[in-house]
């Protein structure tokens, strides 16, 4: 069965330092979302991607985020200055429609020092 | 805006005895309804999800939930636990937003 891959499973950075997280969503959807949890705490919605460009993105997402779909399989999260507080879990998500149901990958465990 | 409310943060059941998983969302248009499922140091999986039609929904593992429009309400339930049920789980809803809203999740302990 197709899965959402996502690398590296653990990422550990110093404040202020840029970080890529790297996702592999299934190969027929068309949408992508990333998706944070900071410990303890709900999954929050971070950005969703559709033909080459952002759909729709949360408060959360500021000008430290980017995404990119470099090449036709991957699909990436970039924290251009980290923080502390971006320390959390973050998954990717891909859909065949918006409708349809979202499939997670595994998330990276990103720890900001 | 879309909100979604997991009552209960934690829920202690024995092996074998039914239990039911609470949720609440709130939204001004209609929705769709997900249950996920998270395992220790996993991902998330999707249970069950409600769209359209009969409001009952049979999912993976034996769950099932059933969409209560005048409640707004959408509980999860399983007539008999395992071990192995034990996991968080999130109820999730999509509105007029395309993204999942997630509940707050609740761990679901079964003991033996």
């Known amino acids: 069965e197709p899965e959402v891959t996502q690398t590296p499973s653990h990422q550990v950075t110093q404040m202020g330092q840029e970080v890529i997280l790297r996702c592999v969503p299934i190969?027929?959807?068309?949408?992508f979302y990333w998706y944070r949890q900071i410990l303890g705490q709900k999954v929050e919605f971070l950005v969703s991607?559709?033909?080459?460009?952002?759909?729709?993105k949360s408060e959360i997402f500021d000008d430290q985020f980017s995404v990119e779909r470099p090449d036709g399989s991957n699909f990436t999260l970039k924290i251009r200055s980290t923080k502390l507080e971006d320390s959390a879990m973050y998954f990717c998500?891909?859909?065949?429609?918006?409708?349809?149901?979202?499939?997670f990958g595994p998330g990276t465990r990103l720890l900001v020092l | 805006a879309q909100s979604v409310t997991q009552l209960d943060s934690q829920v202690p059941v024995f092996e074998e005895a039914p239990v039911e998983l609470r949720c609440n969302y709130s939204?001004?248009?209609?929705?769709?309804l997900f249950w996920y499922v998270q395992y220790p140091n996993q991902g998330l999986q999707l249970l069950l999800k409600?769209?359209?039609?009969?409001?009952l929904v049979k999912g993976i593992n034996g769950f099932e939930a059933e969409f209560n429009k005048s409640q707004t309400s959408f509980h999860l339930r399983k007539p008999s636990v395992h071990i192995s049920d034990t996991a968080e789980y999130f109820c999730?809803?999509?509105?007029?937003?395309?993204?999942?809203?997630f509940g707050s999740g609740t761990r679901l302990q079964v003991q033996p």
């Open positions: 991607f559709y033909n080459n460009e952002i759909s729709e």
């Open positions: 409600y769209l359209s039609g009969s409001t």
């Open positions: 998500a891909s859909s065949r429609t918006v409708q349809e149901t979202q499939y």
């Open positions: 939204s001004s248009v209609s929705v769709y």
């Open positions: 999730a809803v999509i509105s007029g937003r395309r993204a999942l809203t």
């Open positions: 190969s027929n959807h068309l949408y």
